[in-house]
Nanobody, 126 residues
Framework: QVQLVESGGGLVQAGGSLRLSCAAS????????MGWFRQAPGKERHFVAA????????YYDDSVKGRFTISRDNAKNTVYLQMNSLKPEDTAGYYC???????????????????WGQGTQVTVSS
């Protein structure tokens, strides 16, 4: 088990950028595939991006491809989500998730992750 704490959310104008961070506790961070999901009010939680535990494979939802970049720093037990060219439709609560040794076939599904953070709010104004 790992505990996850997100930070970096806030209010930004359309076209702007934010970088979210997710800090994980424990000494087994490198064994976990890390994902970002988002949930807007009244909507279901939706996959955004993930990076495999090996660090050599990333996967993005089509809605963020080319605008968002996920990365990880195992020395700091942290995963990042760099968000550029933000749009009002990116407004949501963003949640970090960890799944031990999760492979590519499962990275886009919330059911594959068993550790979740509390979330950080991102609001993009038009």
């Amino acid at each position: 088990q790992v505990q996850l704490v997100e930070s970096g959310g806030g209010l930004v104008q359309a076209g702007g950028s934010l970088r979210l961070s997710c800090a994980a506790s424990g000494r087994t961070f490198s064994m976990y595939t890390m994902g970002w999901f988002r949930q807007a009010p009244g909507k279901e939680r939706h996959f955004v991006a993930a990076i495999r535990w090996t660090g050599d494979y990333t996967y993005y939802d089509d809605s963020v491809k080319g605008r968002f970049t996920i990365s990880r720093d195992n020395a700091k037990n942290t995963v990042y989500l760099q968000m550029n060219s933000l749009k009002p439709e990116d407004t949501a609560g963003y949640y970090c998730a960890a799944g031990r040794f999760l492979g590519p076939q499962s990275m886009g599904h919330s059911s594959g992750y068993d550790n979740w953070g509390q979330g950080t709010q991102v609001t993009v104004s038009s």
